[in-house]
């Protein structure tokens, strides 16, 4: 039995604080903001703005996965930050990793210089194991789609808590940085 599962999320974000610098600089720092959205210790560096990030263990029923997905991030011509997986493995249950695809797609964008607006779209596809195929697939949606909406209501309140202060800090540094006079050698 094959199962879609799907959830969204967006972020309506103003920064009431006053900052050197505006969100559109900030966002053009997509190596920073990775750093800052997803724990040092479950990225690892591909290439140039691709990462390979695991996933905290999820459960699932009576099952554990770890998702393995490999995430292009980069901000295009018009200032936008985009974020999109390439790649997914499933470590957990090898009977559901050769039928698993995950799809996410995301984009912030500085609506003003203190608004930032984005949203994300997490999409899973998966071949059920027997032992969950007897479980109504109501339930199995309803279960699936929280779980999604779970990982990105998390990736959200990371934006609206870590984003913002390493935005502010950024702000801050480069402000000081600019201001200080040139050295002379």
Known sequence: MLSQFAASQTVDLAI?????????????????IVYTLFNRDQLQVLGDDVYRFEMRPLQFFSLQLRPIVDLAVWTDEA???QIQSRDCQLRGLDLLAARF??????????????HLTGEAR?????QMPPLLRLTPRPMLE????????????TIR??????????YLLWSQESFCSSALPPQSN
Do not use: C, F
């Open 101 to 114: 695809q995950l799809d996410l797609e995301g984009e912030l964008l500085a609506e003003s210089s203190h």
């Open 79 to 81: 200032g936008i930050l």
């Open 16 to 32: 009431n604080q006053p900052t050197a610098r505006g969100l559109q600089d900030y966002l053009r720092q997509s190596q920073r």
């Open 142 to 153: 309803a279960a699936g789609n929280a779980l999604l909406k779970g990982v990105l209501l």
């Open 157 to 166: 309140q990371q934006i609206q808590r870590r984003l913002v202060e390493d």
């Open 122 to 126: 997490l999409k899973v596809e998966v």
